[in-house]
């Protein structure tokens, strides 16, 4: 089993920026493709972006260009940077393995 630990989530101002990170609690896996999710208070859990072992990523719609999912396979750190944060970005954002293991979560709240 996988065990995920996302970090840097926290309270923005709208049009902010935040950088997440998600690695393994300890060296213990492969690597695999990575995926950023997130949660909405009241709504499902959606898919943000994945990136695959050679980095070729993908975004949701919504992303717009605002985020960019990037990775370190030596480290096995999935990384999430977030700029021009909006209101409707407030959410627990997940990170998720290729085998379908997540993390704890990290919040992230932009108000106003």
């Known amino acids: 089993q996988v065990h995920l630990v996302e970090s840097g989530g926290g309270l923005v101002q709208p049009g902010g920026s935040l950088t997440l990170s998600c690695e393994p609690s300890?060296?213990?896996?492969?690597?695999?493709?990575m995926a950023w999710n997130r949660e909405a208070p009241g709504k499902e859990r959606e898919w943000v972006a994945t990136i695959t072992l050679s980095g070729t990523t993908q975004y949701a719609g919504f992303v717009k260009g605002r985020l960019t999912i990037s990775r370190d396979n030596a480290q096995k750190r999935t990384n999430l940077q977030m700029n021009s944060l909006e209101a409707e970005d407030t959410a627990v954002y997940y990170c998720?393995?290729?085998?379908?293991?997540w993390g704890q979560g990290t919040q992230v709240t932009v108000s106003s």
């Open positions: 300890s060296s213990c896996c492969s690597i695999t493709p």
């Open positions: 998720k393995t290729g085998l379908g293991e």
